[in-house]
């Protein structure tokens, strides 16, 4: 049973262009949703993470939206780079239990000079 | 200040054999989780530990096994290792259970 699911598995972008990437919950009960990156190698570095209570927010070229009532959120990359080519991930959680996250499959964003 | 450090970062063994995995959390953060990651399958949640206390456990099989130790390291531990277990295996610390989770680069393991 998949409590999150993501879209889509692999993207490409130009340089400068926006990235989307969405995912869909199951569990009402989730409060809290990051999204983490992971570059070959390495382990999942956290990029922006939100709450139920706003629905929109943004750290510099990354925005999360979220629709509660939908169950939905994505995040945006606006001004995709090269350096941006990573495996992007969303998560959820509940409250106060953040060591257990639900991870999505992932998606895999290449980014064209 | 150091990263989440995990020991051995690659490791072979067969079918049958048993293996332990460690991670050394960031000073001062006490909770601590480990999670599986493989191609088919994704990140999956094994275990989150507080204060030397599991909390949580993932959908694994008994064989799958963990501690944290005083100093807030932890390790785990997998018995009767099956293929199916070849994957890469990350560990996560923060400061507390409601804390942003840091990840190590994970502990390769490959069962032939």
């Known amino acids: 049973q998949q409590q999150v699911k993501q879209s889509p598995q692999s993207l490409i972008v130009q340089k400068g262009g926006i990235s989307i990437i969405n995912c869909a919950y199951e569990n009402t009960a989730f409060d809290y949703f990051p999204w983490y990156q992971q570059f070959p190698g390495k382990g999942p570095a956290l990029l922006i993470a939100?709450?139920?209570?706003?629905s929109e927010k943004k750290e510099g070229r990354f925005t999360i939206s979220f629709n509660k009532s939908a169950k939905q959120f994505s995040l945006h990359i606006m001004d995709s780079q090269p350096g941006d080519s990573a495996t992007y991930f969303c998560a959820a959680s509940m409250e106060g239990s953040q060591g257990n996250l639900i991870f999505g499959k992932g998606t895999k964003l290449s980014v064209k000079p | 200040k150091a990263g989440v450090t995990q020991t051995p970062r690659y490791l072979i063994k067969t079918r049958g054999q048993q293996v332990t995995l460690s991670c050394s959390p960031i000073s001062g953060h006490r909770s601590v989780s480990w999670y599986q990651q493989t191609p088919g399958q994704g990140l999956q949640f094994l275990f989150e530990y507080f204060s030397e206390t599991q909390r949580n456990k993932g959908n694994f099989p008994g064989r799958f096994s963990g501690r944290q130790f005083s100093n807030s390291r932890s390790e785990m531990n997998v018995s009767t290792l099956e293929l199916g277990d070849s994957a890469l295996y990350l560990c996560?610390?923060?400061?507390?259970?409601?804390?942003?989770?840091?990840f190590g680069e994970g502990s390769r393991l490959t069962v032939l």
């Open positions: 996560a610390s923060s400061p507390t259970p409601s804390g942003e989770l840091f």
């Open positions: 939100i709450r139920p209570d706003v």
